[in-house]
């Protein structure tokens, strides 16, 4: 069946260093891999996606990795932010419209 | 321009009472979708309606829940005779296309079931 997982749970990172938040999934089919962030008390929000026949996007501070052979996906943060405090979740779709959300890793920005 | 909203906020009922979850997409959405987010935990899909098309339940726990879309706009989730594993953020989220991937969400409603 379809899944998503984390490599971890928490995430501490300084304020102003990279992070790197790691997702593997296991649907070969998924046409679309996708990160959301999720502040406290608020619904998710969506940060970036890559199509299945690429390996790297970019967006403003965040590049998405996507590793096939591997199934693994990765999103990195630069320059890291206190307002980049929250629960990051991977998710993927394939055929049907529906979003398959993995737990989420906890990233804390220490001053 | 308004987002998602979602009511009521918080909803504390006894089990086996009946409620009533409401969604307001945000206009123009022709998908809308609910999800359940039990606490530290990932999403899980319930159900998705997109236009006049049948709506995918395959993502409903039980026969217990339920949703309709009236008018191609605002969705009720609803689930009778409540248990305490139905305890949880119930999400909805909207989104203007087919392709589903930038799904806008609501603030959810915390269910809790006594």
């Known amino acids: 069946g379809e899944s998503v997982g984390l490599h971890l749970p928490t995430l501490s990172v300084q304020e102003g260093d990279n992070s790197i938040i790691n997702c593997a999934y296991s649907?070969?089919?998924?046409?679309?891999f996708i990160w959301y962030k999720q502040e406290s008390g608020k619904g998710p929000q969506f940060i970036i996606d890559?199509?299945?026949?690429?390996d790297k996007r970019q967006g403003q501070r965040v590049t998405v990795l996507l590793n096939k052979t591997v199934k693994h996906l990765s999103l990195q943060i630069a320059a890291t932010q206190p307002g980049d405090s929250a629960v990051y979740f991977c998710a993927e779709k394939g055929g049907a419209q529906k979003l398959v959300f993995g737990q989420g890793t906890r990233l804390t920005i220490n001053p | 321009g308004a987002g998602v909203s979602q009511s009521p906020s918080n909803k504390v009922t006894e089990k086996g009472k009946d409620v009533e979850l409401r969604c307001d997409p945000i206009s123009g959405h022709t998908a809308l979708y609910w999800y359940r987010q039990s606490l530290g935990q990932g999403l899980e899909f319930l159900i998705y309606f997109q236009g006049n098309s049948a709506p995918d339940k395959s993502g409903l726990p039980s026969d217990r829940f339920s949703a309709e879309r009236t008018g191609g706009s605002v969705s009720t989730l609803t689930i009778q005779r409540t248990q305490q594993e139905d305890s949880a953020v119930y999400l909805c989220?909207?989104?203007?296309?087919?392709?589903?991937?930038?799904?806008?969400f609501g603030p959810g409603t915390r269910l809790t079931v006594t």
């Open positions: 989220a909207s989104s203007p296309g087919t392709s589903g991937v930038e799904q806008y």
């Open positions: 890559i199509r299945s026949n690429m």
């Open positions: 649907n070969s089919a998924s046409d679309y």
